[in-house]
């Protein structure tokens, strides 16, 4: 047990719909990372939280927006859902920027129908 | 481009046996890489971190070399187990932003 969790662990959704996901770090930890991994695809880097501030950009839709908030907990939107969207999202956090060790949660699974 | 290959993609082998995972990368300028390991459908976990400094690192079976001349890092895994069937995942970070750069992953069978 990494000390990360997220929730839902799945979701089943329409397409155009919008779902959220939310994630708590380990106690301590400052940063929040999203990763989406799609059906037997590398993990993609979306969006790093660091202290309640967004700190790194990756392949992050505009569809998709997230935020942490000030006890650390982190959600991340997904909106106008496509089929394509489907896969884990997993969350991951640190002690510090850059050179820190990052523990990932369990992952979303998210389906869209 | 920072990037980071992995190879090779998938690898099959035969319970007890030693296999190596290699990971090449161009990410400038350099300031750590680590290994992970993920189980199908779970959560990638560190096995580990080395910074330029560093050219060898061991974690039980699993031994990590890195060339910081060459960019070229390697993963050993030594008397292999069949829990150690999963996808093995090179990830190296940049002094000059935030961001991991994250190499597509070696699949690992180990066969009975």
Redesign the interface.
């Known amino acids: 047990d990494s000390g990360v969790t997220q929730t839902p662990k799945h979701l089943i959704t329409a397409t155009g719909q919008r779902v959220t996901l939310r994630c708590s770090p380990r106690s301590g930890d400052l940063s929040v990372y999203w990763y989406q991994q799609s059906l037997d695809q590398g993990l993609q880097f979306l969006i790093q939280y660091y202290n309640g501030e967004e700190r790194a950009k990756g392949n992050i839709l505009e569809r998709f927006s997230a935020q942490q908030f000030p006890d650390l907990h982190s959600e991340l939107n997904l909106s106008s859902l496509e089929l394509g969207d489907s896969a884990l999202y997993f969350c991951a956090s640190s002690a510090r920027d850059r050179v820190a060790e990052q523990y990932f949660g369990p992952g979303t699974r998210l389906t869209v129908t | 481009k920072n990037q980071v290959e992995q190879s090779p993609q998938s690898l099959i082998i035969l319970e007890g046996k030693n296999c190596t995972l290699q990971c090449n990368y161009t990410v400038s300028p350099f300031?750590?890489l680590r290994w992970y390991k993920q189980d199908t459908?779970?959560?990638?976990?560190?096995l580990t971190?080395m910074?330029f400094s560093e050219n060898t690192k061991s974690n039980g079976r699993y031994t990590a070399t890195l060339d910081a001349d060459t960019k070229q890092s390697s993963l050993h895994i030594t008397a292999s187990q069949l829990s150690d069937s999963a996808s093995y995942?090179c990830v190296v970070?940049a002094n000059s932003?935030?961001?991991?750069i994250?190499?597509?992953?070696t699949k690992l069978i180990i066969k009975p």
């Open positions: 300031s750590n459908g779970r959560g990638p976990v560190s971190i910074t995942i970070s932003n935030y961001q991991l994250w190499g597509a992953g």
